[in-house]
């Protein structure tokens, strides 16, 4: 639909200027919760919003981060080439995580990442909820389950896809995801990691 460099143009801005919205930073300001940054690990994913005891603020959240990994993915898809498609997948989680608007300073790219993981293939989408699902079911842990689901799909993805620019891609995100997640990984080692549930970090 576009020439080539005109796709890599759009597809960076889109996927990058969508993924950057903080969600929950704006929905919390509208609904008169103050600044999610202030609140908790001061992250403005959906699980630190449901610290402010708001669960369908939380849900709306998680329904918006998902949203726009989708979206990028999903779009780029029908509009693009496979290659475009992958790296739209890791410009958006890069956005999340990494938003101009707040000085670089995100979410942690889970919500976003399971999206637009579902998006390029449906069943690393279904992979990742479910070891998430049994991992949080018997740790109690949301970062442990989060880096167990994007560990799996990283495996997963190199045996199932024959893709090298998706498999790339789930790789990327699940090296972004980790690297967001450095604090909670020494707080797992140290025995002090916050469970599901629990309003203070």
Avoid at 29 to 57: C, E, F, M, P, Y
Avoid at 115 to 132: E, K, R
């Amino acid at each position: 639909m576009f020439d080539d460099f005109g796709s890599l143009f759009l597809v960076i801005c889109f996927a990058y200027g969508l993924g950057s919205i903080p969600f929950g930073l704006i929905l919390t300001r509208l609904a008169g919760a103050g600044d999610i940054r202030q609140v908790g690990s001061g992250n403005i994913g959906a699980t630190n919003v449901l610290r402010t005891g708001n669960k369908k603020l939380a849900i709306a959240t998680l329904f918006f981060d998902a949203g726009k990994g989708a979206t990028v993915v999903l779009l780029a898809h029908h509009l693009t080439s496979t290659a475009l498609t992958a790296l739209a997948a890791v410009l958006v989680v890069l956005g999340h995580c990494f938003p101009v608007w707040l000085k670089f300073r995100g979410g942690k790219g889970v919500a976003t990442s399971l999206a637009a993981l579902a998006a390029l293939d449906i069943y690393m989408g279904v992979l990742f909820v479910s070891v998430w699902l049994i991992t949080a079911l018997v740790s109690h842990y949301s970062s442990l389950s989060a880096l167990l689901s994007m560990l799996a799909c990283a495996i997963a993805g190199f045996i199932v896809l024959d893709d090298i620019m998706m498999q790339v891609a789930i790789l990327s995100l699940g090296a972004l995801v980790f690297s967001r997640h450095h604090a909670n990984i020494g707080r797992l080692l140290a025995g002090k990691e916050t469970k599901i549930g629990t309003k203070d970090i």
